[in-house]
């Protein structure tokens, strides 16, 4: 059983309902955001696809909003306290998971680095690496819906990235 004091009650709801506040999310591109904000020592919560309406995918985040230069709040060292971010990829053509295994668990899946690339007009690729060589990469649509939101729920800004 997950603490609630770690993943705030609202949350879970939230995401299986889809019942964030979508309208307050900036419409950015990954190589946009990676090149003013990092996810070095980010923590995953979660990766949900929907290949049933719009064939995209959601990544959630413990934000570690240290490395942000005080751009976005910085609430302290402990992890639980940290905003959570939402990417919200349009249209995923491919996810690969890499160095995942079961047998040898890491005590944790922070995030070491992450890149974005543009392949062509219409994908990008999104790479996520943790600090025990795991990866994910996502191919995806260019445009991308970002979320920041304090324990509370309530949308906090990402300062200097407009819409696309």
């Known amino acids: 059983m997950v603490s609630s004091d770690y993943y705030p009650e609202w949350l879970a709801t939230a995401l299986l309902e889809d019942k964030l506040p979508w309208s307050d999310a900036i419409e950015s591109t990954m190589p946009a955001f990676l090149d003013?904000?990092?996810?070095?020592?980010?923590?995953?919560?979660?990766?949900?696809?929907?290949?049933?309406?719009?064939?995209?995918?959601r990544a959630v985040f413990r934000w570690d909003t240290i490395w942000t230069d005080g751009r976005v709040a910085f609430p302290g060292s402990f992890v639980a306290e940290w905003p959570i971010l939402i990417i919200d990829f349009h249209r995923v053509r491919?996810?690969?998971?890499v160095g995942y295994e079961l047998e040898s668990p890491a005590p944790t899946r922070g995030i070491d680095h992450a890149e974005s690339q543009t392949l062509d007009s219409d994908c990008?690729?999104?790479?996520?690496?943790?600090?025990?060589?795991?990866?994910?990469?996502?191919?995806?649509?260019?445009?991308?819906?970002?979320?920041?939101l304090n324990r509370s729920g309530q949308v906090q800004p990402i300062p200097g990235l407009g819409a696309v």
């Open 94 to 97: 491919r996810v690969e998971l």
């Open 124 to 148: 990008h690729r999104t790479v996520i690496a943790d600090h025990y060589g795991g990866q994910l990469e996502v191919l995806h649509a260019p445009a991308v819906r970002l979320l920041c």
């Open 36 to 57: 003013s904000y990092t996810l070095h020592d980010s923590v995953w919560i979660g990766l949900a696809l929907d290949p049933i309406y719009d064939g995209g995918g």
